[in-house]
């Protein structure tokens, strides 16, 4: 696929005589730049206004009088009658002014006729229907690679002026700064990576740590997505060898992103992982987050969903833009079925909207985001979401072994200042068969209250005492474990 070309769709929209042009991007400055390159390929002049300075013509000449006003600059604008282009500032907040929302369509329907347009910059910007169809919108690609690599280069040679500065990353350790970097704009790029330098005078492997902090700001600044704290490792996950040999050879493209895309490979899509509760689904997702070094970011559909007409899917539209922009990172949806089983009438068909076009993302995104969604009954799933190219594999997460129950126990025992070795592990992993991890762990919660409250040490004792008023969920919904090994046979491959 060819690359969008802003320049190039930014004269064509001129030529075609729109009267309003948006370009989406974050980056007004880099906007601007766009406008001056245009306004010279079509020899065009050029106005710029702001608020505060006026409506002025670029170049060192002051404002015209008396248009710091929004009503009076498309007054000058509409009576000028001049082929030419104008750059707007801060357009967004006048437009929720009725009387000048409607003076901004007279302006803009008379230069329609002209050669010439208005021109703003933001991201997502909101406008009335009436100036949404006179309108048309240009997409300002985020910073490639190059360009990081060029801040970086430029960044510390402005510094080393000031200061000593060091750059102790290695090839490899540059692209992984610059994958991590990806989603941010130049100015915000810059800002990270100079603090990370004047901070030790270094640009380091750790600095990493600097780029996922900002980008932490970015999800809690937006508020749709969590930014989930990693502290477990696959260290932490019991069993589950299939997934984790899967995963680990896709480890090689996030430590090497641009010898792997050399080889002609693609970041992974992600994974389904479906199964019986508490058998370390959820962990799984931290755990492949910290292996990678990446942004861990949740998405909550409680957070998506809204009364109010549209706001679901305009939500949903803010989660993904925010992911893509953390990009690289891992999308973690626990229990998906939740979120799109219902897609009926009793919602007004916004679960179905709103699921339709998380397929769409799903299957087209361009960022770097691996997805991790669990599923407890998968049957309530959409046939859609089994699709090859919605995710690389689903896996099937079962019941540990009697193997994976022994670590289970002693990864539990030593989290809680047990000393594994001093229980007796055989006994306690033949009285666990038929328990979830999570089953496990809680039964050796529970025994430590009890060993607390007698005011006794931990012992085989209590624990097996613990685990023998546990019924576990194998027992209870016996039949629904059945169920899902059924459908899980020869439609997914196997986790454990």
């Not at 406008?35 to 065009?44: G, P, Q, Y």
């Not at 090839?171 to 989603?183: A, F, M, P, T, Y």
């Not at 001093?422 to 209250?449: C, H, K, M, R």
């Amino acid at each position: 696929m060819a690359k969008s070309d802003p320049l190039r769709d930014l004269e064509l929209l001129l030529r075609s005589r729109y009267g309003l042009i948006v370009i989406d991007t974050p980056e007004e400055d880099r906007a601007e730049t766009l406008v001056r390159l245009v306004a010279d390929h079509v020899s065009l002049p050029l106005f710029l206004w702001s608020r505060s300075r006026g409506l002025r013509r670029d170049g060192p000449r002051g404002a015209v009088y008396g248009t710091t006003e929004p009503a009076q600059m498309l007054a000058h604008i509409g009576s000028a009658q001049l082929n030419a282009l104008y750059y707007l500032s801060g357009v967004d907040a006048l437009l929720g002014d009725p009387s000048l929302a409607e003076r901004f369509k007279e302006t803009v329907t008379m230069l329609g006729t002209k050669t010439g347009a208005i021109v703003t910059a933001g991201a997502g910007l909101s406008m009335p229907e009436s100036l949404r169809r006179l309108s048309a919108t240009v997409s300002l690609p985020l910073p490639d690679p190059d360009e990081f690599r060029t801040l970086i280069e430029r960044v510390a040679r402005d510094l080393r002026q000031r200061m000593k500065v060091q750059i102790e990353l290695p090839d490899s350790e540059i692209s992984r700064l610059v994958s991590h970097l990806k989603g941010l704009t130049l100015l915000e790029a810059e800002k990270v990576l100079t603090r990370a330098i004047v901070e030790d005078g270094r640009l380091a492997p750790n600095d990493l740590d600097h780029v996922i902090a900002y980008k932490k700001q970015i999800v809690e600044r937006e508020g749709v997505l969590e930014y989930y704290p990693v502290e477990e490792t696959m260290q932490e996950v019991a069993d589950l060898a299939g997934l984790k040999a899967w995963l680990a050879k896709r480890t090689h493209f996030i430590t090497s992103p641009e010898k792997a895309g050399d080889f002609g490979l693609t970041f992974p899509k992600g994974v389904l992982l479906v199964g019986v509760p508490g058998c370390g689904k959820s962990l799984c997702a931290k755990a492949v987050a910290m292996e990678w070094k990446l942004p861990l970011l949740k998405l909550d559909p409680g957070r998506l969903y809204n009364k109010y007409m549209g706001e679901s899917e305009k939500n949903f539209r803010l989660a993904m833009n925010t992911a893509e922009r953390l990009a690289p990172c891992v999308l973690f949806i626990d229990e998906l079925e939740k979120a799109f089983a219902s897609g009926g009438s009793e919602d007004g068909g916004v679960s179905q909207r709103v699921l339709g076009t998380f397929l769409s993302w799903m299957q087209d995104r361009k960022a770097d985001v691996f997805t991790v969604a669990t599923a407890n009954d998968v049957t309530r799933l959409p046939a859609e979401f089994l699709r090859k190219g919605r995710f690389d594999e689903v896996f099937f997460v079962d019941l540990p072994n009697a193997e994976a129950r022994l670590a289970i126990l002693r990864i539990h025992l030593k989290k809680r200042s047990q000393n594994p070795d001093s229980f007796d592990l055989a006994a306690l992993t033949n009285a666990t068969d038929g328990f979830s991890g999570a089953e496990i762990e809680q039964a050796i919660v529970s025994a430590l209250y009890t060993a607390f409250a007698d005011k006794k040490p931990l012992s085989s004792q209590i624990l097996c005492a613990e685990i023998a008023a546990t019924q576990p969920l194998s027992r209870t919904m016996a039949e629904r474990v059945a169920a899902i090994r059924e459908w899980a046979a020869g439609r997914t491959v196997g986790a454990n």
